[in-house]
């Protein structure tokens, strides 16, 4: 009886894992573990999600890579992420073979700079499949003040 639940516990066990390892996260996915890496300040987890190629679009402003966006605005969009709330309005997602778009609204509130502050966001993320992995290839941010 003790081998035969044994050998029970392991086959559910190899199962378990061939099952959980089959599901690669989705673009939506991808996506929000690039946001919770900021804020919790995961420097390797935040860059992880993002292709070396990356094109980063925000306030008329572009980094080219991911290397270009570690050396210049990843600190800064960690801190402001440690000191705000992002709160999802609106997601959708589109995927098209091994392409996704996910278009997002948020709201952000809390601190800039020891100021206050309180945005409504839009934002569009292109992601592409790459093995099992979804890697972010371009975002465009942008933000305006709540009235």
């Known amino acids: 009886m003790f081998k035969k639940s044994l050998a029970v516990i392991i086959l559910a066990t190899g199962l378990f894992g061939i099952h959980a390892s089959s599901f690669a996260a989705s673009p939506k996915e991808t996506l929000a573990a690039f946001h919770e890496a900021l804020v919790s300040g995961d420097k390797t987890k935040a860059l992880a999600q993002l292709s ?15 290397d270009e ?52 966001g839009t934002g569009t993320a292109v992601l592409e499949k790459k093995g099992d992995d979804w890697l972010i290839v371009h975002v465009h941010w942008s933000s305006r003040k709540a009235k």
């Open 52 to 66: 070396p190629e990356i094109a980063i679009y925000e306030s008329g402003y572009v980094e080219r890579s991911r």
């Open 69 to 120: 966006y570690a050396s210049h605005h990843l600190g800064g969009d960690m801190q402001f992420a440690k000191s705000s709330t992002r709160k999802v309005l609106k997601q959708t997602e589109r995927i098209d073979g091994n392409t996704a778009v996910v278009w997002e609204e948020t709201e952000t509130t809390g601190t800039s700079r020891g100021q206050p502050v309180h945005v409504f």
